[in-house]
């Protein structure tokens, strides 16, 4: 057999409080508190009355909070952003101190008087409306078909919001859509008369002002508000906009046709202006570069000019030194033919002369005198040789001058300048030194051949010159001392 055992907290309405035991057998057995658990009467009648107090406290808890749901699920009433909620069944006063059986509510919540107050709502939501008017006649008479859309609510300005609940309050929302087309049709088909069929067609916006600027006056008397209204299509049966817009093709293609050959004009104008100005650019630039080229020829002659004129004056100075140094050695050449002559001849010729006439002497006196002649020959003999020391070595060099002279005349002859360019800092040594070229070429020769052989050419000319003038007074004095010797023999 199984048993389930439950212990039960009850509170009986005599407020005994008991722990039932219960178990599934074929019966039921309850013991009371007293028989389960023995405790003191005084202890039992505390507990029982705390029970009873607590379990009344938290059943009037219950009841109140359950009664407060009730009254607020019954008064309050939350008002959504797109709705408004219109509280009637008292008299009410507006801002303006107008008295009115009802209140309107905006989003938001409220609290209402149940059974004397009655709450109904009107959803604010936009409502697109299509509005079609058929053979609506514009201005001249022509029958226009008109498609325009709207998009129309309740009114949220509180002082128009009446007129919408006064008309509209409890009526289906396809009711509001039917007095909006009805009145946007009649306002539409007034404004189409004030307009010619052009304007409604090709302003459209300004259309849709003009009717949107007239229907909100009538909806504002209903309580709406128009939100958008948007001109669809505009056509006629007549074809007249599509004339229009023949003709309009028409005047835009003359003018396309129009333009384009002025187009085509002002291009082959403004060609001709550019090749034009081309050509007159092209014609500047050569001249420029005409003048420029004239400029450079002037500069180049004046430069060629210049550089043949130093060249002529480089020529001329370099055959101006050419013929000092030519001169030069013809002096040379000159003096040392008259040395070559006195050495050749004079000297020995007179060296002669004075033996001759000191032997015919030395015949005509006595043996003693021919002896002392003859010792004074010799003595004379000795004293020139003496005198002249190793010029007797000169001599010979002086016979064999005449050859070197000749090799080093030949230098300048071999040195063959075809173009000689002179930059000359203005001091004028340039020039200078190209005239001493040739008389330079010629000592750079005679010292070149003292440095090879040691006969130095030019100290020999200067000696024999001295020589000269050394012997010629030599030979007188000796000549004077003589006769008289000799006269006195006789």
Known sequence: MTHTLFLLGQTTPAGDQKISVQAETTETVSYELAQAIPISQANQNTAQAGAVLGGSALVLGLIGIGA????????????????????SGRKYKNKRG???????????????????????????????????VTNAYAKGGTPLNIQAIANVKISSNRSVVGNAIE??????????????????????R?????????????????????????????????????????????????????????????????????AESEAVGEADRIEADCQKQAEVAKTQALTVVQQQQNELRKIKAELEERA??????????????????????QTVRAELERLRLQADEVLPAQAAKQAQELHAKGQAAALEENAKA??????MLAEV?????????????????DMVLKEAAKIPDRIHLKNVNVIDNGDGKSIANLVNVYPDVVRQFLKQVDDTLGIDVTGTLNQSLDFQRQLEPAVTTHTTTVEPNMEGNR
Request: aromatic share 4%.
């Open 190 to 258: 007034g404004v189409v008369a004030l307009l010619t069929p052009e304007q409604v067609n090709e302003d459209r916006m300004n259309f849709a002002e003009r009717i949107a600027a007239d229907v909100a006056k009538d909806l504002s008397k209903l309580g709406l508000h128009l939100d958008t209204l948007k001109i669809q299509s505009v056509t006629d049966d007549m074809d007249y906009l599509s004339s229009i817009g023949r003709r309009q093709i028409a005047n835009i293609i003359r003018d396309a046709e129009i």
């Open 68 to 87: 407060l749901i009730i009254v607020l699920k019954t008064c309050l009433r939350i008002c959504n952003p797109n709705q408004i909620l219109i509280i």
């Open 98 to 132: 107008q008295t009115v059986g009802y209140r309107v509510v905006f989003g938001g919540r409220t609290l209402v008087v149940p059974i004397i107050e009655q709450v109904q709502s009107m959803d604010m939501t936009t409502m697109p409306i299509p509005v079609e």
């Open 167 to 188: 008309r509209f309050l409890g009526r289906n929302r396809s009711e509001i859509r039917r007095v909006v087309r009805e009145t946007l049709e009649g306002n539409l």
């Open 385 to 401: 040789w003496a005198e002249t020391g190793t010029d007797a070595t000169q001599v010979f060099l002086i016979q064999q001058i």
């Open 308 to 329: 043949k004129s130093e060249e002529e004056r480089t020529i001329a100075a370099a055959k101006e030194a050419r013929a000092r140094a030519e001169q030069q050695l």
């Open 374 to 379: 003859a010792a004074l020959v010799n003595n």
